[in-house]
Structure formats: C-alpha cells, structure tokens
C-alpha cells in the first residue's frame, strides 16, 4: 500500500509513508528476507568451523538485508513523490527520505535483532517469524488511529517525529546504538547457552 501525497508535501508523504506502511510492509518483507538468507550449522560444520561464524554471519547478514531492503523503500518512495510532483525534485525530498532510510534501517535492525535472539534462544525461525509479525501488524493496525505517545513509544526507532534530524538523532539514533549493543550481547549469550545438539 502506497500513501499518496495530496499536498505535495514530502515531509507529509514521508510521515504517512512510516506510520502506514514501514510496519505492514516493509518490515514483513525484510524479516522474510532475513529468514530466508539465515544460517543454522548441523553438527558437522560446528565440528570444523568456529561455531560463532554462524552468529557472526546472521547478524551481518541482517544488516545487509536491512540496508537493501530499506534502500528499495525509500527509492520507492522517491520515485512517487517526484512523479507525484510533476517530476519536479524538491530539497525537502532528499532530507524527507534520507530520514525515511535511517529510520527503516533502524526499524528492520531492532526488529531483526529481537527475533535473533529468541532464534539463539533455541526457538524456530518457523514458528518465531509468523508471530513477531502478527504481533506488530496487529499493533500498527490498533494504534494507527490513536496517533501519540502510546503509537511513538511502541514504534519507538520508526515513528515519524518530524523532519528535525536534531530531534530525531537524539531520541531515536543514539537510543538504537545502544539498543543494538545490547542486543547484540544479548545475541551471544543466547547463543552461547543454547543447546544446539539437535541440529
């Protein structure tokens, strides 16, 4: 689904963009990706390589996919909003969707990194993927409406604060860095204390 634009506003394009469709689409689409290219060891190849390759390579490969994925979006999303403005490029555009491209990365990243972590908690990528996904369609569909403080604090690094990239380094950029160390840790030792026999 694609937001239209009626007053040829990026920044308002932009906003709709994240608040409608970063969640209904484009992270379902990035998750699927990530599952897609994710790599589980058997037991033979935890024999000859260093099993961490297998950690190492998941989460860089969900930061390719994340950037790849979110890239395609905002190329979107900049294809419509010049087409939808007479092929007219406005300055606003470019800074409208380089935020819209931080904010994707972050959205997919924290996302992803979540779902890792219960995948290196020993839950199945099949059975872990479907639910994430409900779970944040249905919540994007519940507080759509209810545009504010509960909707900015559940979406927390995607929901649109404007196009003050002060504000939004602040509150949402340095957050995700240290939301990603964490994570990341939180991804070894999951990973680490899990029995991978089974494999």
Do not use: K
């Amino acid at each position: 689904m694609l937001v239209t634009n009626v007053d040829d506003d990026p920044v308002a394009g932009y906003s709709g963009f994240m608040r409608m469709c970063a969640a209904t689409a484009v992270l379902p689409m990035a998750l699927v990706v990530v599952y897609l290219f994710s790599v589980r060891y058997d037991a033979l190849n935890r024999v000859r390589r260093n099993p961490y390759r297998e950690l190492q390579t998941n989460i860089v490969m969900l930061a390719a996919v994340s950037f790849m994925t979110s890239a395609f979006s905002t190329l979107l999303f900049v294809v419509i909003e010049v087409i939808g403005n007479g092929g007219a490029v406005m300055a606003r555009l470019w800074s409208s969707a380089l935020m819209m491209l931080v904010q994707l990365v972050m959205m997919n990243v924290s996302v992803g990194l979540f779902v890792l972590v219960l995948v290196n908690s020993g839950f199945s990528f099949n059975h872990v993927l479907p639910v994430v996904i409900t779970v944040l369609l249905l919540a994007n569909w519940f507080l759509l409406p209810f545009a504010g403080h509960l909707e900015r604090y559940v979406l927390y690094f995607w929901y649109p604060l404007g196009s003050s990239w002060s504000l939004v380094t602040v509150q949402q950029v340095i957050p995700f860095c240290g939301y990603c160390i964490v994570l990341v840790l939180a991804n070894g030792l999951a990973f680490e204390h899990t029995d991978r026999l089974e494999a």
